[in-house]
């Protein structure tokens, strides 16, 4: 029976699983992201022990995964000390001497959700430090030249915010410069943790998460988006995105099943990366 | 040697056309758009007259494109006098016994340019009376549950347009109600083609499409995407959406050679339509 690997790879952590052909973890390490040298010797040594016919990485970004360019597998320009301008899938594919798919760690969720739903045209989109997407249709990810971006659309201004300036370093009020965790203690000074359910910058980021919903709909007419990352983990979150959806959307489109059209992931700890790198790993066999 | 038909179906006039295998038009015929049963009609007796192997039909939207739906091959509800849910495709298929590709009038447009820039990866805007997007990935179009309705996303305010509340019934501010052809006028009390070309108005219409750009290209990062439509027929707009553009990126994205990225068709009149009605026609024999 053939085993394969996942490997998220995180600012902070990475998370290596071996899985089974039912997408059941056998075995997982969590090792911390110290140096880039270190860190991949330790990837290298759990995959040395734990044995696999074939791993996919679901790595924070930016990374290059255009099979086509010299910096293929590398993690690009990154504000992570050290890990700017680093090859992530050669020194992991050389050392095992398995085949390797690279791809981000939104990606690596969209992919686990699609299995997970029996959807093969959906979104995916993490609200936490950042914001990132990823787009299946008909079971491939959406991506010409490089992975999605969508954290940075831009979206429209909320009356009650008028005056912030947004925390994107290059695009100021952009969707991620408005909406993502930094946003809110950037905007009020206390810490989201620490708002309660009732203040207003709650509606304020519900209304630029279901401007990004709204125009996913749009460009991509997905048949279900999937809202993960730690601001969505607010219980009265999703209730509020769906309410401002339905507002911008006017009944220009029909959404038969809203409840079924915007969800939270289907498994809590970003498990749907796992699982999609399992299904990634296994896809570079067949 | 097999002919193929093109139906570019549009609100004023339906143009029907043959052409050979190389894409080359053999003869065509513009019919008004009158009555429902009467331009049918005609477009059936024009091709009873030229016989073609298969046709493509790009049309005027909202249609029903999606095979497994009860109204596939409608028009929608349009605010064109009686074409309000009826049947395109149906009595052409029936009538002229051959197989019948239906699909949106950009979507023939991104199709056509698709094979005349030899880029597999793009995005085709048409900015006019309204506004609508195709997108092609790897040769296909994306789309999962219907056809793409991109014109409708929302944007930033120009901060010299705040007071304007837009021409969209639906959405009042969103892309098309803010820069279609008709916003021009709403805006300032004058016709496009009599406002000169130093006008702030350019600008902020610029301003609007280099937006659509902007999120495009960060939620397909496509190859290539052509600007058509009236109002890019303005010889300087080009040139401003192009500027619009470079500032709200940011270098967030290297675009290696932005006039290759960004471009109006690589025919006049539209012709692209045809060309890709030509090959989706082909391709329904293959």
Chains 1, 2 share one sequence.
């Not at 970003?270 to 896809?283: D, E, P, R």
Request: some cysteine; hydrophobic content about 35%; charged content about 15%.
């Amino acid at each position: 029976m053939n085993l394969f690997g996942s490997i998220e790879a995180g600012g902070t952590k990475f998370l290596c699983a071996v899985g089974n052909e039912k997408n059941q973890i056998i075995t997982s390490e969590v090792i911390p992201t110290t140096t880039y040298e270190q860190t991949i010797k330790q990837v290298n040594h759990f995959f040395s022990v734990n044995k696999v016919s074939s791993i996919a990485i679901g790595s924070f970004g930016p990374i290059d995964n255009n099979k086509n360019s010299d910096k293929y597998g590398y993690i690009l320009n990154t504000p992570k000390q050290g890990w700017s301008n680093v090859d992530l899938v050669f020194p992991i594919q050389k050392e095992l001497d398995i085949p390797v798919f690279f791809t981000t760690d939104v990606n690596s969720s969209a992919y686990g959700e699609m299995h997970l739903n029996s959807c093969d045209n959906l979104i995916y989109y993490t609200i936490g430090t950042g914001i990132g997407g990823s787009v299946i249709q008909n079971g491939q990810f959406v991506g010409g030249v490089g992975h999605l971006e969508m954290g940075h659309q831009m979206v429209k201004k909320h009356p009650l915010d008028q005056d912030f300036n947004g925390v994107c370093p290059f695009h100021h009020d952009c969707l991620e410069g408005l909406a993502s965790g930094p946003s809110i203690e950037a905007r009020t000074g206390i810490k989201g943790e620490n708002i309660t359910s009732d203040s207003y910058v709650w509606d304020v980021q519900a209304f630029y998460i279901a401007q990004a919903i709204f125009n996913a709909t749009l460009i991509i007419r997905p048949k279900m988006i999937i809202l993960g990352g730690g601001v969505m983990y607010q219980d009265h979150m999703l209730g509020r995105v769906k309410a401002h959806f339905k507002l911008l959307m006017n009944n220009y489109i029909t959404i038969e099943n809203l409840d079924e059209y915007i969800k939270t992931p289907s498994i809590e700890n970003n498990c749907s990366a796992t699982i999609g790198n399992f299904l990634l790993a296994q896809k570079l066999l067949s």
